[in-house]
C-alpha cells in the first residue's frame, strides 16, 4: 500500500523573524510484506484471508490454490493483498493468527520523487491535450483535422499512461 508519512527531519532554520514555522515534507512510501503460513485447513482459511483484507481496506489482488495430486490433503495457496499502508501491520498480525508463521518479511520504498514527477508529467499532459483540442476547434480544413485528431489521439494515450502510473503510485 501507499501512504504518505511525515519526514521528521528538519528543513534548515527559520526565518530571521523566528516566526516561520517549519513544514516537514510528504512522503510517499510504498510498503509491502510476505508472511508464510502454514494453517490445517487451508480452503477454510482462504475466506478469513479475504476477510482480513476488506477489514483492512483493500482487497484480495490474486490467489493461486493448488492441491498436491499425490497427496489431495495437502493444498496450499498465495493470496496476494492489497491493503493500505497504516493498516499492513494489524493485518500481518491477522494473519499470523491463523497458524504458524513460517516467515515473515517487510520492506519499504520511498517513492516521493517518482509520485512527484508523474504529478507534474500528468499536469503538462493535460495541458498539452488541452492546446491540441484548441486547435482542433480552429482547424480550418480536413487535412488539418485528421492531422490533429492523430496528434490528439497520441496525446491522449500518453495522459492515459501517466495516469495508470499515478494510479499504481496510490
Known sequence: GLTRDEDGEDGGGAGAGGDAALVPAQRSVIATASILVRV?????VLPRVTGVATASGGYVA?????????DPTQTTA????RVPTGT?????EQLAGFGDVLSRQQDIVDVT????????RVAS????VGRIRLLLD???SISDIVRIEGELSRREADLESLLAQQRSLQ
Not at 88 to 92: D, E, F, G, R, V
Not at 125 to 128: D, H, I, L, Q, V
Open 40 to 44: 490445517d485447513e487451508v480452503v477454510l
Open 62 to 70: 490474486g490467489e493461486d490454490t493448488a492441491t498436491d495430486p499425490d
Open 78 to 81: 498465495v493470496v496476494v493483498l
Open 88 to 92: 499492513m501491520p494489524a493485518a500481518l
Open 113 to 120: 520523487e517518482q509520485v512527484v514527477d508523474v504529478e507534474s
Open 125 to 128: 499532459a493535460r495541458a498539452s
Open 138 to 140: 480552429r482547424a480550418q
